[in-house]
């Protein structure tokens, strides 16, 4: 018997699709109509060129089956509950965004907006620091890949702290190995978190991190069948959350590069959020990445970076920040799973808000928010790589929930106002007029 080989594709795509048309069911459709190899798990839209929409889209050939419904599937919401009063705030990974773009230097700006909410979702890189982790205790740390299936519908958070988290370590030196462990026997010892089970792979799983065409870093995959070896022994045991640190290879002048301040994203981060939405679209987890070191030199030890960087400057296994977030990670239902009496659960009901960056909203959280009537909060000054926004898309804003504000404290605002029942429009001026219905 021939064993399948699962591997990771990506590949660019388009559609044509008018602005008039510009939902996630209508793109999703003719997405599914092209025919593309295996289960999506990525998508970013890249560019638009007149009514054509371009992606790049990373997805799975392997016969395993995926947990949730398909990422080209919405589930409409059917009615909305503002009580817990729950928001998302989302920073793509690896489009070199100035606020969270870099080392978790995005917590300020997260634990701000969290202050407005009973609970804020956040996606990993906004708050995870290598070694550090200073994110409010409301915020959840949620995998990219399971916001997507939070805001299509599909899934119900129910918050929780975590007793237990699983690792997985990619096969390497001793050293290299010795010195995880040392980072998790710390976080037992002085955290006391329950780390259990510790998975090292049989073989290498290979990332080479790369840029796309359109300048975003992505990645290039081997030895993704061995990372699922051990994700399955940890799918044996009673833990679903999940962290893993494999190596991810970086070219030493691209590397410098970034740390001597240069203009290019994260070269690690794309790659990381292809790995994480491989794993929870297949497994049942909430999960998250950190690189391993396979170089000494590679700890950049002595380097004055950005001051953004500062924590991966100081580490070397930039693990700990990873498992301190997934503590915080909610449990994981499908929509429709009963709960048992007084345990509270998160839908896409009860979502009221989605910040992100104006300049990055060719995603599946901010076509699925407009679809599922969920404002969506841009904020301006949080500028990216990325050059598709709203207006480029040609998207008509007296139709859709869209809010511009300038800075996260004015979208901590914003939010407090949604809150509490205060129309926005009449917190700025000029305030535009009632325009009555004449029967």
């Not at 995870?128 to 915020?139: G, Q, R």
């Not at 840029?211 to 051990?230: R, V």
């Not at 950190?290 to 924590?311: I, K, N, Q, V, Y």
Request: glycine fraction near 6%.
């Amino acid at each position: 018997m021939v064993e399948t080989v699962s591997q990771v594709i990506t590949k660019d795509f388009e559609i044509e699709c008018s602005p008039q048309q510009l939902t996630w069911s209508e793109i999703a459709n003719r997405i599914g109509e092209l025919g593309l190899p295996g289960t999506p798990i990525r998508l970013i839209l890249t560019a638009v060129r007149e009514n054509k929409l371009v992606f790049e889209s990373s997805f799975l050939e392997t016969d395993r089956k995926p947990v949730w419904p398909s990422l080209l599937n919405i589930r409409p919401r059917q009615i909305s509950s503002a009580k817990p009063f729950v928001a998302v705030s989302i920073i793509p990974t690896g489009v070199r965004a100035e606020i969270g773009g870099f080392a978790g230097d995005a917590t300020p700006s997260v634990n701000l907006l969290a202050k407005a909410c009973d609970y804020l979702v956040v996606n990993p890189n906004s708050v995870t620091a290598s070694d550090l982790y200073y994110a409010s205790d409301n915020v959840l740390y949620l995998e990219g890949n399971l916001i997507c299936h939070l805001l299509l519908g599909h899934t119900t958070l129910i918050p929780e702290t975590r007793t237990k988290i699983g690792v997985i370590i990619e096969k390497t030196q001793e050293k290299f190995l010795n010195n995880i462990l040392n980072a998790l026997n710390a976080l037992r010892t002085v955290g006391g978190i329950n780390i259990d089970p510790v998975v090292v792979t049989g073989g290498q799983v290979s990332t080479k991190c790369t840029y796309s065409p359109y300048g975003h870093a992505s990645g290039e995959f081997e030895g993704i069948d061995e990372l699922m070896k051990a994700l399955d022994i940890v799918a044996q045991t009673d833990t679903n959350a999940v962290a893993f640190s494999t190596t991810l290879l970086v070219e030493d002048e691209v590397r410098q590069q970034y740390y001597n301040k240069e203009s290019i994203p994260n070269p690690w981060g794309g790659a990381e959020a292809i790995l994480t939405h491989m794993t929870t679209n297949f497994y049942p987890f909430t999960a998250a990445h950190s690189p391993l070191l396979l170089d000494e030199a590679h700890t950049m030890f002595g380097t004055l970076g950005d001051p953004r960087d500062g924590a991966e400057l100081i580490s070397s296994s930039f693990l700990c920040s990873t498992l301190k977030g997934l503590t915080r990670s909610p449990r994981l239902a499908q929509f429709d799973t009963p709960l048992p009496s007084g345990c509270q659960g998160i839908s896409v009901e009860n979502v009221s808000a989605v910040v992100m960056p104006e300049s990055s909203v060719g995603n599946i959280p901010f076509f699925a928010s407009l679809e599922q009537n969920i404002p969506v909060i841009l904020v301006r000054d949080n500028y990216t790589q990325y050059e598709v926004t709203p207006s480029i898309l040609g998207i008509d804003h007296e139709q859709r929930k869209i809010y511009y504000v300038n800075s996260y404290m004015e979208a901590s605002g914003l939010l407090l106002a949604l809150r509490h029942g205060i129309a926005p429009e009449a917190t700025t001026r000029p305030m535009p007029p009632i325009e009555p219905i004449f029967l």
